[in-house]
């Protein structure tokens, strides 16, 4: 079974959306936490960074919170033309437009999400994005890895990645990748 | 003259104390964030983390705020046996055991204390430690350099180090030391 990865950009502040992030504006103001990457569609930047989201790419599943989903249109029913079905943690009713996006599926409990999530990817890993589900799948031991995108950037205020927890995690530091505008580190989480 | 270096042992989660940081329970529970050196009498770490450490002790001058420089008594009056003046940024008056250290001194306002350290500290650096006196510290400018060694490891509560600020804060990513224990980066503020 593969890997369920978080994997996010991240502020010094650990803002991964500035203020006044909503559907009409996402990520919110001053949103420079993708600047390492540019466009998803022409992506640049240093050796290190391709090769770090060249890694998105390679998932077998997308996971994100509703919001996320909804701001980006379901990316068009197929994120980055992967081709891989998109699981969506929520506990309101899909939007209709998701009627004609067969690889996008709403999943009330996030642990479920995530296990159906790691079934349909195989042994490719799943790509998370999101914060609002992060604090619920943490406590229950649903993530195995987390993949966080350091940004040089203080972003004084918006959506927090980590909120309160039940309980401490400890991680172990898997990899390190410096690059000007991000330091990219992948920890596991120790259970 | 010298640089004013924000400088912490920081959580994934954004935490510098665990839940219940007190004065009788200095960092708060779970406490795991300064592992990488161990015993400050006596550092242990990999090369990367003592050549961290060392560069504490290299300081010209120290500054905090009133919670940790209670909770660690003054540091007996003489910080890491470094000899330099200790400014602690504090509204209240100084409690009377300081009366008998010479090398501490309680300043009210956080941009005069940065302003008193770094000319008490000629041309070497402000070792800066604290979180309540972080945002204004920022926003007014006063800071130069943070220097963060990042923990692997989700606190899930606690005290964190940086709080809503007036605007976005760009940083430059001077240095990038990885070690099994923390991933050591060092930020210059840009202005």
Chains 1, 2 share one sequence.
């Not at 600047?35 to 996971?63: C, K």
């Not at 980590?162 to 505008?181: G, H, S, T, Y």
């Not at 330091?183 to 259970?191: A, D, G, K, P, Q």
């Amino acid at each position: 079974m593969g890997t369920a990865l978080l994997d996010m950009s991240m502020s010094l502040d650990g803002y991964i959306a500035g203020p006044g992030d909503a559907l009409e504006l996402p990520g919110g103001e001053g949103f420079a936490l993708h600047d390492w990457f540019g466009d998803p569609d022409a992506p640049a930047g240093t050796e290190a960074d391709l090769r770090q989201f060249a890694e998105i790419t390679q998932a077998g599943a997308v996971l994100s919170g509703r919001r996320t989903a909804q701001q980006t249109g379901h990316w068009g029913g197929d994120h980055h033309a992967m081709g891989v079905p998109i699981f969506v943690v929520s506990r309101s009713a899909p939007p209709s437009e998701v009627a004609d996006m067969p690889l996008v599926h709403y999943v009330r409990d996030v642990v479920e999400a995530i296990g159906q999530a790691k079934e349909a990817a195989g042994d490719r890993h799943v790509h998370m994005i999101g914060a609002g589900w992060v604090p619920a799948a943490i406590d229950a031991g649903a993530i195995d890895e987390i993949r966080i995108h350091h940004v040089p950037l203080l972003m004084g205020g918006g959506r927090r990645l980590f909120d309160v927890l039940a309980r401490p995690v400890a991680l172990e530091i898997l990899q390190v990748d410096a690059a000007p505008k991000a330091t990219h580190i992948r920890y596991r989480v120790v259970r």
